[in-house]
């Protein structure tokens, strides 16, 4: 299970679709669940990197769903319905832990990578900027065949849409995190981004959306 994740980089230039997207981000070193942190995923006005809240209601507890396993999503009643509302996560580490100590997995270079992520609408109002390193939406820039995406504070303003919460999807580990956990996030490669999010056909995820790239890891002492 992953439960803590790092966004430690300001920007990230992805290419989805064809195009550039440029993200920016407020940095995070110790993302846990519950926590509103962006997602990306396709709006009505194009891809957008969204806030949402890390952890699906559960519907017969009081414990929220933060993973969900890749392999199953397509058979179970809570994560079914929501297969039409898929995310990318985006993160530069994620943590296990061994004999009570956090390891950070990153790719090599610390670039940023994206998780595979499903969405669903809450029934209760969401505040914008209110959380860690809050979020709005700046006015896109000019660029030939870029389209900035970039997050600002709006604190204090309370949206009038419906909140917002997704899940990670996670698969078996890797030979470079096998070692620490037998379980790992869904790490979509870097060009099959767009077929997780727009192909309806995409049920499952399989061996041709997983990155293969491998992974670097080192203790921490503490993790804050």
């Not at 990230?12 to 519950?34: D, K, Q, S, T």
């Not at 079914?80 to 993160?91: I, Y």
């Not at 000019?142 to 698969?171: W, Y």
């Amino acid at each position: 299970m992953c439960a803590r994740y790092t966004l430690t980089l300001e920007q990230a230039r992805l290419v989805i679709a064809g195009l550039v997207h440029i993200f920016a981000f407020a940095p995070r070193y110790n993302i846990g669940p519950a926590r509103r942190v962006p997602v990306i995923l396709e709006t009505a006005g194009g891809l957008k990197a969204v806030e949402m809240r890390w952890g699906i209601p559960s519907a017969w507890s009081k414990t929220l769903h933060i993973n969900a396993q890749a392999e199953n999503i397509h058979k179970t009643t809570t994560f079914k319905p929501l297969l039409g509302q898929r995310c990318l996560v985006p993160m530069d580490g994620f943590y296990e832990w061994k004999n009570k100590s956090p390891v950070r997995f990153v790719r090599r270079g610390r670039e940023l990578f994206c998780v595979a992520g499903l969405w669903a609408e809450d029934d209760i109002p969401s505040p914008v900027g209110t959380g860690e390193g809050g979020s709005g939406f700046a006015k896109p820039g000019e660029g030939r065949g870029e389209k900035p995406n970039l997050m600002e504070k709006n604190k204090g303003e309370v949206s009038k849409q419906i909140a917002r919460s997704f899940v990670l999807l996670t698969t078996a580990a890797n030979p470079s995190v096998a070692p620490i956990h037998d379980r790992m996030p869904f790490i979509v490669r870097d060009d099959q981004f767009d077929q997780w999010l727009n192909d309806p056909q995409q049920t499952t995820l399989n061996s041709q959306l997983l990155s293969e790239a491998p992974l670097d890891w080192y203790l921490h002492a503490i993790l804050w």
